[in-house]
């Protein structure tokens, strides 16, 4: 007896006690993975080799392209919100923050403004304004930005608004002030 012919024989054993239908499964599976077996180098190896690599270079330059466009249209888009410098100014001077004002100096210690750089402005201008369109609405005649509850109401809705900021912001440096200072109760000092 020859050991190949048992193993043969095993082999053809298990394919003879297949249904039609578990046959054609099993046939189908192995013509898959076999070709996924040659298919998968061959792409791998199209990234690494020859055409497949300047078609792979290509590809990932014209996606750097298409990055760098979108980049572009995102500051395009931010660059014009449609309000200009001077108007942004006119409204921060007129009706103010909705929070309370803190007093920070410059390095030259020079305090406003007029001192400030644009982008700076510009980014203050959204976070006094974030709401801007919901309250103001653009005067089609003049190009300005008014109230739309009237200028007086906005003012003393902002005035309202800065005033609970300072009353939260008292509360909040009194309560670090105490943490720092005594913790809380005892007065930081014990007899010994």
């Known amino acids: 007896n020859n050991p190949t012919d048992d193993s043969t024989a095993g082999i053809l054993s298990i394919f003879s006690n297949l249904t039609p239908l578990n046959y054609l499964l099993f046939l189908t599976c192995s013509l898959i993975l076999f070709l996924g077996y040659l298919i998968l180098p061959m792409g791998i190896r199209a990234q690494y080799c020859g055409a497949g690599r300047r078609r792979y270079r290509r590809q990932g330059a014209i996606r750097k392209r298409v990055q760098q466009h979108h980049r572009q249209q995102q500051q395009q888009q931010k660059q014009e919100r449609g309000i200009p410098f001077g108007e942004m100014r006119r409204l921060m001077e007129v009706y103010g923050s909705t929070k309370c004002l803190r007093k920070r100096q410059s390095a030259n210690g020079k305090i406003g403004p007029e001192n400030a750089k644009k982008d700076s402005v510009k980014r203050k ?35 309202e608004m800065r005033k609970k900021d300072g009353e939260v912001l008292t509360k909040k440096r009194a309560k670090c002030r105490k943490q720092r200072l005594g913790g809380g109760g005892g007065g930081g000092i014990s007899a010994a």
């Open 125 to 159: 201008f959204y976070r006094w304004f974030p709401d801007l369109e919901e309250r103001f609405a653009k005067d089609v005649k003049t190009g300005m930005y008014v109230p739309k509850v009237g200028h007086e109401l906005e003012m003393q809705y902002r005035e």
